[in-house]
């Protein structure tokens, strides 16, 4: 994992030069737009009688239409180098290299770093509606943590709730999903000791049995089908909060309700 951060996080500074380079042309550009209408203009209203040719050539091209789309194009241009940007961002924020010793970290920019990142799981497809994530975000202070480790801890379960989620929609008709739409709900707090953060992640999919509660955070222990899960996520996690951050990780589950996981970590 250490070594895939490292490489994230260069391919997400490589990426950040071309991008600045685009964000920081893109501003001029519209205003080299302006500048040439507003010449196109002017020649307009001084030559208001054009020869054949010209008339012809603005027909030709749609003048009026360019006009009005040319800024618009550019726009969603500046649009998508700011999406690239923020993801370039997460990916440095998820990947962070953690030291030898816990860092002042600010918790929330690794849940939305962790959010961003599985974004193309949550979005809208053909078979279902969006999967909304809820924020209600507490006033925390910085957090001396291992932030690399902790992304890792929110990437296992908010990856599980969408699993949960999805086969939680299996058999049901677009229109039963749209009615009862699925949601993952994040809350972060400070207990009323000022001691611990308390970061609670919830899913209304289909829920744990008996069983599963009891194994869930075994070595290896998984519900997944062969190839899409290695039973390690869970019991890493717990290892990343309760040994390494002397914190606690638990959950409940209702059967065809949902489930919810409660990071503790000391403040």
């Known amino acids: 994992m250490s070594a895939l951060g490292n490489l994230v996080a260069g391919v997400a500074h ?3 030069n071309p991008v600045g380079f685009l964000g920081g ?9 302006k500048d040439i209408f507003g010449l196109i203009d002017l020649y307009q209203q001084e030559y208001s009688h054009p020869s054949g040719i010209i008339k012809d050539e603005i027909e030709a091209i749609d003048l009026d239409y360019i006009r009005e789309d040319l800024p618009k194009l550019v726009g969603s241009m500046q649009e998508g180098v700011k999406r690239i940007r923020d993801i370039s961002t997460s990916l440095r924020t998820f990947s962070r290299a953690d030291s030898d010793r816990p860092i002042a970290c600010n918790i929330h920019d690794g849940i939305d770093s962790t959010i961003l990142i599985l974004k193309h799981r949550l979005k809208a497809s053909e078979t279902h509606p969006e999967i909304q994530v809820i ?3 507490g006033q925390l202070p910085l957090v001396e943590c291992y932030a690399g480790q ?6 296992n379960i908010l990856a599980n709730a969408i699993d949960a ?3 939680s929609n299996i058999g049901r008709s677009f229109e039963e999903m749209k009615n009862n739409p699925k949601c993952i709900t994040i809350i972060t707090k400070i207990s009323e000791s000022q001691q611990k953060i308390i970061i609670t992640i919830k899913d209304n999919g289909k829920g744990m049995n008996e069983q599963i509660k009891l194994k869930v ?12 899960g290695t039973g390690l996520g869970l019991a890493i996690a717990r290892q990343i909060v309760e040994e390494t951050h002397g914190g606690k990780l638990s959950f409940n589950s209702v059967l065809g309700e949902g489930t919810e996981f409660l990071i503790e970590i000391p403040a």
């Open 14 to 16: 490589e990426i950040n």
């Open 25 to 33: 042309n893109i501003q001029p550009a519209l205003d080299y737009i």
């Open 135 to 137: 924020k209600e975000y």
């Open 150 to 155: 902790l992304n890792q801890v929110f990437m």
């Open 165 to 167: 989620l999805e086969e």
């Open 217 to 228: 955070f075994d070595h290896l222990f998984t519900t997944k089908s062969v190839g899409k």
